[in-house]
């Protein structure tokens, strides 16, 4: 009841601000965590500036944003603490807390747990403590147990999709597709992912096309690993900007006709994949055209 989660793209600073002033409710501390703070003004991120100077004694307020004005932080000198997040530092935790619980995890467990689960380290240790049991009395956790264990594991099969997507491989986008049906993984989710994929792959060829160097479409995309960089900068170089544009619009007119049509969504999600793996040559269909794939 005392802890409070805002994204600033639909959070006004004074809302934010009146819970910041308000007494925490039969406890010692209430917090407060704005996501995206980058996304406010100038104008807007200065709004805290007063509060800054002169915070609740019983609030803690978390300012997560990719970045920061520094201006702020000049100009309140007792009281803030700038955290900057730890770049491809999960693997190391993994080993980590897998050495606190008594236990060795091999590299491709590492791996897979990673890309399971990501780089919350809550998560981590909710999911090593888990493993640890599961393992029982053996000293080593492998990718066998992450297999077993993890139930986030789906997502590799999400990157699947998305990757064969990206290589315009129909045939196993079609059969990660079914894999993630099968096990329930919902459908909105499913459409996000390529949908993120898509945007990441026309950043990197932007930016490639502008001249970037390497390091600096990495930092763009949010310092992801080397290997995750790499295939997308390999799958970027199979279109050009103008059809991974496209490609968004198709998203887009698929994410309305999920959320409007009375279509199956399995062949909505379908009928944009297969337009996706098209050669890059196609425009994008009509909404009437659209509306006639989708109906056959």
């Known amino acids: 009841m005392n802890t409070h989660v805002y994204d600033a793209e639909d959070t006004c600073p004074g809302d934010v601000l009146a819970t910041c002033n308000t007494c925490p409710f039969m406890g010692s501390r209430r ?12 104008g807007e991120q200065h709004a805290f500036l007063s509060y800054l100077l002169s915070p609740c004694a019983t609030t803690t307020l978390i300012l997560t944003a990719e970045k920061f004005d520094t201006g702020l932080s000049k100009k309140v000198k007792e009281g803030i603490f700038q955290l900057e997040l730890p770049l491809n530092a999960a693997p190391y935790w993994i080993r980590k807390m897998a050495k606190e619980c008594s236990k060795e995890i091999t590299p491709h467990a590492v791996e897979a747990l990673t890309d399971a689960v990501g780089e919350d380290l809550q998560i981590l240790h909710n999911e090593i403590s888990k493993l640890a049991l599961y393992v029982g009395d053996a000293a080593q956790i ?34 990660a597709l079914d894999t ?4 329930g993984e919902p459908y909105l989710r499913i459409m996000g992912m390529i949908a993120r994929q898509f945007r990441q792959l026309l950043i990197t060829k932007e930016l490639v096309c502008n001249g970037a160097t390497p390091s600096q479409v990495r930092e763009r995309l949010g310092n992801i690993r080397p290997r995750v960089f790499n295939e997308l900068r390999a799958q970027a170089d199979g ?10 619009l198709i998203l887009w007119h698929t994410d309305l006709r999920l959320k409007t049509s009375g279509l199956p969504r399995r062949i909505l999600v379908e009928d944009a ?22 109906g056959r």
């Open 31 to 42: 917090v407060v965590h704005v996501k995206r703070f980058h996304r406010y003004s100038a």
């Open 142 to 175: 492998d990718l066998q147990d992450v297999r077993d264990a993890v139930s986030n594991l789906k997502m590799p099969t999400i990157f699947e999709l998305t990757k064969a997507i990206g290589d315009k491989n129909l045939r196993e986008a079609l059969r």
């Open 180 to 183: 993630l049906w099968a096990t």
């Open 239 to 248: 279109f050009t900007v103008e059809s991974l544009r496209r490609s968004l």
């Open 273 to 294: 994949i297969m337009q996706l793996c098209e050669s890059e040559s196609n425009e994008v269909v009509s909404t009437r055209t659209y509306g006639s794939r989708v």
